[in-house]
């Protein structure tokens, strides 16, 4: 069972690079969402999806976008990066709206802008 | 206020030790609650979900207090395989899942 798969899980990029964050998930899930967790600090969300060619913004999605063209599938794009965007990177899926909805998580992406 | 606080931790128990966790939330409106664990560099999974009666799962207890918008997490008997960062997680809108998440309680189980 591959679940939420994320690519790559290392990167390091320099200010001003951009890349995309890869996220597919296999469990046929209506939503998906881009988490960022800075050391110590919780996880925050930058955008999420409630279905194919629905995306909305979460709490800090300045600096990123985000495209949800299948149901499968949910990349992040970083256009011009910087320091303030070096975290951990996790994409999540869920089966739905409704309470007690369990998300399951990616392995997550390490991201370092220099 | 933050939406999601928790103790900040760390708690380190030695092992057969009972250890409570709490976590309030700014948001009355909230609707579901849960506790996610998290080992050190890996990605959160869910624990337990949070209901309104409380709830227990083998030595973990979860309870709810929505007059006072806390939660709590008991572990009892703690093992050594309970270390890790507990994230305490509430849906504030189920419509659109938007689970906010608190910053963590680390828990480290020594022998």
């Known amino acids: 069972n591959a679940g939420v798969t994320q690519t790559p899980k290392f990167r390091i990029l320099k200010i001003g690079q951009s890349m995309t964050l890869q996220c597919t998930q296999d469990?046929?899930?209506?939503?998906m969402y881009w988490y960022r967790q800075d050391p110590g600090m919780g996880l925050k969300l930058i955008y999420y999806?409630?279905?194919?060619?629905?995306?909305d913004k979460g709490e800090v999605p300045n600096g990123y976008n985000v495209s949800r063209s299948t149901t499968e599938d949910f990349p992040l794009r970083l256009e011009l990066a910087a320091p303030s965007q070096t975290s951990v990177y996790f994409c999540?899926?869920?089966?739905?709206?409704?309470?007690?909805?369990?998300?399951?998580f990616g392995q997550g992406t390490r991201l370092t802008v220099v | 206020r933050k939406e999601v606080e928790q103790d900040p931790g760390p708690f380190n128990v030695p092992e057969g030790a009972t250890v409570a966790f709490n976590c309030t939330y700014s948001?009355?409106?909230?609707?579901?609650f849960f506790w996610y664990r998290q080992d050190c560099r890996k990605e959160p999974k869910l624990l337990m979900s949070?209901?309104?009666s409380g709830n227990e799962d083998g030595r973990f207890t979860a309870q709810l207090n929505r007059a006072s918008q806390y939660i709590s997490l008991l572990i009892r008997d703690s093992k050594l395989s309970d270390s890790a960062t507990y994230l305490c997680?509430?849906?504030?809108?189920?419509?659109?899942?938007?689970?906010?998440f608190g910053a963590g309680t680390r828990l480290t189980v020594k022998p």
């Open positions: 999540a899926s869920s089966p739905g709206q409704g309470l007690n909805t369990e998300a399951f």
């Open positions: 469990m046929n899930h209506n939503y």
């Open positions: 999806s409630v279905g194919a060619g629905i995306t």
């Open positions: 948001n009355s409106a909230s609707q579901s």
């Open positions: 949070v209901y309104s």
């Open positions: 997680v509430v849906n504030m809108d189920p419509w659109n899942n938007d689970m906010r």
